[in-house]
Nanobody
């Protein structure tokens, strides 16, 4: 069983950058696909980015493509989300998630079985 802890959220002005981290416990992190999701007030949780277990494949939602970069360090059991050119509409609680049954990325929430507690990202205009 994996435990995920996000960090790095905060308040930033539009156009700024933040780097989120998600540290995972357990010995099998390198076998999991990992994803970042976000949930804005009054909206459903949505897929943001995903990375395969080896890091060779990455996927992004259209709304963040070209601005966000997902990466992972399996030696440190950590996945990152570098967020550049932030916009007010990026404001949300960001969650990392682990997909233990497959090393392939899915954009579906139901495909992930471990979730972090979330970290707030607020982008001011």
């Amino acid at each position: 069983q994996a435990q995920l802890v996000e960090s790095g959220g905060g308040l930033v002005q539009a156009g700024g950058s933040l780097r989120l981290s998600c540290a995972a416990s357990g010995r099998t992190f390198s076998t999991y696909a990992m994803g970042w999701f976000r949930q804005a007030p009054g909206k459903e949780r949505e897929f943001v980015a995903g990375i395969s277990r080896g890091g060779g494949s990455t996927y992004y939602s259209d709304s963040v493509k070209g601005r966000f970069t997902i990466s992972r360090d399996n030696a440190k059991n950590t996945v990152y989300l570098q967020m550049n050119s932030l916009k007010p509409e990026d404001t949300a609680v960001y969650y990392c998630a682990a997909r233990s049954i497959s090393g392939l990325v899915s954009t579906s929430l139901s495909a992930y079985d471990y979730w972090g507690q979330g970290t707030q990202v607020t982008v001011s205009s």
